[in-house]
């Protein structure tokens, strides 16, 4: 998996997908700095899932993101998306593999060298680790620092994503740490502040 510095940021779409998010979309891959898109959407019907997922994958391939599905190895193969986010609870990366083959799979460690330690042995292509900071997104149970992702670049140079309350005001202590990716959702999509394209705009 090859990393551009300069295309740090790893997006995940907001729970609802609304008419405007589309175009904001665009908006916001045109400055070229997201590697991944991932599609994480719980509530949705297989259906409806599979309507916005191809909407999505275009835009994607327009600007040269990979788009990934969380949790469901088998939308990502019907979408033939370029791969998919396991969590902890999810189908293991060894069944996922032989579903998936080559594409992308990377897996959730959460604040476990452990937990990393069996996804690289499993061929993992990137590893999340989170929370780093509160998020409103999700509920955070497990904390991460950076001392983890310390330990974690001495063992292995599988790529590195950051989770977790992401925003203009700490990104850069992750990077500054070497971290290859920072995953962002709420920062971007529910800013009541700034748009999303000005939220991408001040992650320089």
């Given at each position: 998996m090859r990393i551009n510095r300069k295309k740090f940021i790893y997006l995940i779409s907001p729970t609802k997908i609304n008419k405007s998010f589309y175009q904001d979309l665009t908006k916001v891959l045109q400055l070229k700095k997201v590697s991944f898109f991932q599609l994480r959407l719980k509530k949705q019907s297989?259906?409806?899932?599979?309507?916005?997922?191809?909407?999505?994958?275009k835009i994607c391939k327009r600007f040269n993101v990979k788009f990934l599905i969380n949790d469901d190895v088998f939308i990502a193969k019907k979408l033939n998306a370029d791969g998919c986010h396991l969590g902890q609870k999810d189908m293991k990366l060894i069944e996922a593999?032989?579903?998936l083959k080559k594409k992308i799979i990377g897996v959730t460690c959460h604040n476990s060298v452990n937990l990393a330690k069996i996804a690289i042995k499993n061929k993992a292509d990137y590893l999340a680790f989170g929370a780093f900071f509160p998020s409103k997104t999700k509920k955070t149970k497990f904390k991460a620092n950076l001392n983890l992702l310390k330990k974690i670049k001495?063992?292995?140079?599988?790529?590195t994503v950051a989770i977790g309350g992401i925003n203009s005001d700490n990104y850069k202590k992750l990077l500054l740490n070497k971290v290859n990716f920072l995953a962002i959702s709420g920062y971007v999509w529910n800013n009541k502040k700034l748009k999303p394209i000005e939220?991408?705009?001040k992650l320089k």
């Open positions: 297989l259906k409806k899932k599979l309507i916005i997922g191809k909407k999505i994958k593999r032989k579903i001495k063992i292995t140079k599988t790529p939220t991408i705009r």
